[in-house]
């Protein structure tokens, strides 16, 4: 417990949360705590008199939209990998990246049907690639390893938007160095939007009342250097910074003034390994609408919404009074953050009553896997090495190849054979969650996902059809989303064949 820097900061500086960590701490006096504070935190005693004093508050940065012109039916961004600086720890200047900006990325906004030319160029220093995590696209346009591109070229992928509406990401994907480019800055969210009922009936205006939220938690020294492999886990006297929308909300709570009744929020956990349950501070509900995959059958209110490494989520909240979101923080990794932060007051200013939701947002039709043909995938670990099916994957060469064929339809097991969490992600195709360690799955867990928590020694069996792309040089990848292991190895290929 006392290696917690975020937990101890949070639970000096608010009474809520001194409360709910005290509660996990049973026994433990309040100077403990304190104690453990003192060693560990990186303020010094002013700063940390001021931060218990008060919480401090900022206003909500929205992504920007990123602008598109469209000719000849095709609709072309502009996107360039770029390095800077940005405030990760409050006040501390750290070395960054972005696209076209120094941390972060523009949120891009596709549309089912439509074909998308992205001309992205790479003012790295380095070999990158830009992978749109969740989209069902070529795997010549997927932006894995074997799209990476080098410093001064542009890379211009181009496809049609065959997904429905939901909420993606894009970030880099090259061999080996994936965690450090991420961690710097480089992720944005894509959403995708259709024509469909469901979608006419929620909440759509970009930053009014369609809200994009990536969060992160990162660990840095206190230098600003932000740390991304497993020496730099083990450096020591790191903190675990905690961010909104690149803003450091450790001790300041982001302010969002709702126009609308209703507001769409779309969460990303862009951190390279902690997992991130939002909820509200009230002990209210969330109306989750989506998991990362598109719309649940029905709105489905629910306590918390939690995201492994990758993952992605909406919800709407209907208010006439303030709410307080809170990001509870648990470490996935060697060491990580954990703890509690109210990151985002959304305040209420609206007059108008929304309609009711729509009964019906999307129809789910279960896969019977009866007939589907079954595949064991093992994540496994030697000493430092990582792996999937028994091979370390940190090459091309080197890694596991999985050969399927065009309109195959598959259930694979997924066994965690480790002791460590783990984030299993599947490119191409969105799965359903057939066994989640041997239950079956209830709730939002009966939605579409492409990224799932497999617990230490636990398992998950999901189905999927391969439709649409077939590529006999070209493969998508699957692997752990908790990035330090994907470059250490936990990542296989998998070739989708021509039948
Ligand atoms: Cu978000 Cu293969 O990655
Ligand atoms: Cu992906
Ligand atoms: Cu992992």
Redesign the pocket.
């Known amino acids: 417990m006392t290696n917690n820097t975020g937990k101890t900061r949070k639970a000096k500086s608010k009474g809520l949360h001194r409360r709910q960590f005290l509660g996990g701490m049973a026994g433990v006096g309040l100077a403990a705590v304190g104690a453990a504070g003192a060693a560990f935190s990186l303020l010094t005693d002013a700063e940390r008199n001021t931060a218990g004093a008060a919480t401090n508050t900022a206003t909500l940065t929205v992504p920007d939209l990123l602008e598109a012109t469209t000719t000849d039916g095709t609709t072309t961004f502009t996107l360039a990998a770029q390095s800077g600086t940005s405030e990760v720890i409050s006040g501390v200047t750290s070395s960054t990246a972005g696209y076209n900006q120094s941390y972060l990325g523009p949120t891009m906004k596709w549309t089912k049907g439509d074909t998308v030319l992205l001309n992205i160029t790479n003012n790295l220093d380095d070999d990158t690639s830009v ?1 749109f ?2 989209a069902h696209i070529p795997a010549e346009m997927d932006g ?1 390893p074997q799209n990476a591109f080098a410093a001064g070229e542009t890379w211009s992928p181009t496809f049609e938007i065959l997904d429905e509406a939901k909420t993606l ?1 894009y ?1 880099p ?1 090259a061999l080996g160095t994936t965690a450090e480019q991420v961690v710097h800055g480089m992720a944005g969210m894509i959403i995708v939007e259709d024509g469909s009922d469901a979608s006419a009936a929620l909440p759509s205006e970009y930053g009014v009342d369609d809200i994009p939220l990536v969060l992160q938690c990162l660990a840095s020294d206190t230098s600003g250097d932000i740390k991304y492999n497993l020496t730099g886990y083990l450096s020591g006297s790191l903190a675990y910074p905690v961010l909104c929308n690149g803003t450091n909300v450790d001790d300041t709570t982001l302010t969002f003034t709702a126009t609308k009744t209703r507001t769409r929020f779309r969460v990303l956990n862009a951190s390279p390994s902690d997992i991130i349950t939002v909820q509200r501070g009230d002990g209210g509900t969330l109306t989750q609408i989506a998991t990362e995959q598109g719309y649940l059958t029905s709105a489905t209110e629910v306590s918390s919404i939690r995201l492994v490494a ?1 993952g992605r989520a909406e919800f709407v909240m209907d208010l006439s009074d303030a709410v307080t979101l809170q990001a509870v923080v648990t470490t996935g990794w060697v060491r990580g953050g954990s703890g509690t932060y109210d990151f985002l007051t959304v305040t209420p200013d609206a007059s108008d009553t929304p309609d009711d939701l729509p009964s019906t947002l999307n129809t789910i039709e279960r896969y019977d896997t009866s007939s589907f043909t079954a595949r064991e995938i093992t994540l496994d670990q030697d000493g430092l090495e990582m792996a999937i099916n028994g091979s370390v994957g940190t090459t091309m060469d080197s890694m596991a190849t999985i050969m399927t064929t065009l309109g195959s339809s598959e259930i694979w097991t997924i066994t965690n054979n480790t002791m460590l969490e783990h984030s299993f ?1 599947l ?1 191409d195709v969105p799965f359903q969650l057939i066994e989640i360690n041997g239950e079956e799955p209830t709730g939002v867990d009966l939605g579409w996902f492409d ?1 799932y928590e497999v617990v230490g020694g636990g398992s998950i069996k999901i189905a999927m059809q391969f439709t649409d792309f077939a590529d006999d040089t070209y493969m998508y ?1 699957l ?1 752990c ?1 908790l990035l330090q292991h ?1 470059d250490e190895g936990m990542m296989a290929a998998l070739m989708v064949m021509e039948s």
């Open positions: 992978h995590h969740g894995g990401w970030h994907h990758g992600h490119h990224t990848m692997h989303h994907e």
